[in-house]
């Protein structure tokens, strides 16, 4: 009972949250930073629990790229800001599908794995520890977002370890996409070439790491598992019609 209670408490923030900021974001994969900044209060404060409600709607809107959050915070705010409100926001939307996950049961994971099929390589951390779980598959950012919460949600993974995890392994994506909205109207400045290299080296650490744990865990799994869809130079699936967000974390 206390379970559906609280779904159906943050269903009902959600929401409310959507009636804020669902016009702006219209369920359209073609969203450019600006088109949010365009919509955002110029109060400050409306701005910063406007940017924290679109967090947390993008959080059920797959299509919607997080690094257009990202970005559009840079446009809107001050570097420092807009660092932190990017921080709280991807702490919020990692967080909502994680809460769904954990109350909605089981047998949801299966109606993921269905929707998309590569999830299912998740199935080779699941012994893993939970707090290295969390941090690696943001950290290498091959699989959705917010299907990856949900999944640990439904795995009922440590709150904590979950949401510490997390943090860091998005943390470098974050803060290199974070410059660039900065710097975005500046094409050319040091700071945006600065941003610019940032990114390169983010998603090529990314890269790197997911081939470092592929090496290492080669002998205990099998490689069908292990290179399943995972290997970024590899194009997607036929049976796939979802965008990955491979560019997500990077």
Not at 69 to 88: D, E, M, Q, T
Request: proline share 6%; net charge neutral.
């Amino acid at each position: 009972m206390k379970g559906l209670l609280k779904t159906f408490s943050i269903l009902l923030i959600l929401l409310m949250l959507t009636l804020i900021v669902q016009p702006v974001l219209a369920f359209d994969a073609e969203l450019a930073p600006e088109d949010v900044a365009e919509h955002a209060p110029r109060n400050q404060t409306l701005a910063v629990i406007f940017m924290i409600a679109a967090f947390a709607v993008k959080s059920l809107i797959v299509i919607i790229p997080i690094p257009v959050l990202y970005l559009a915070s840079g446009l809107i705010f001050k570097p420092f800001a807009a660092f932190v409100i990017n921080f709280a926001g991807m702490l919020v939307c990692t967080t909502v599908p994680y809460l769904i996950g954990r109350y909605a049961g089981a047998g949801f994971y299966q109606r993921i794995i269905k929707r998309y099929p590569k999830m299912q390589v998740l199935d080779t951390f699941q012994h893993e520890n939970q707090w290295f779980v969390s941090f690696i598959v943001r950290a290498i950012g091959f699989l959705p977002c917010d299907a990856v919460s949900l999944v640990l949600g439904i795995w009922k993974v440590s709150f904590p370890k979950y949401l510490s995890g997390t943090a860091l392994g998005m943390l470098p994506g974050l803060a290199a996409t974070t410059l660039l909205g900065i710097n975005i109207s500046e094409p050319g400045s040091p700071g945006f070439i600065i941003s610019i290299i940032l990114t390169l080296l983010v998603s090529a650490g990314s890269f790197i790491l997911w081939r470092i744990y592929q090496k290492a865990r080669r002998p205990h799994v099998p490689e069908s598992l292990l290179s399943a869809g995972l290997d970024f130079q590899h194009k997607q699936d036929e049976n796939s019609h979802v965008d990955y967000e491979s560019n997500e974390y990077n």
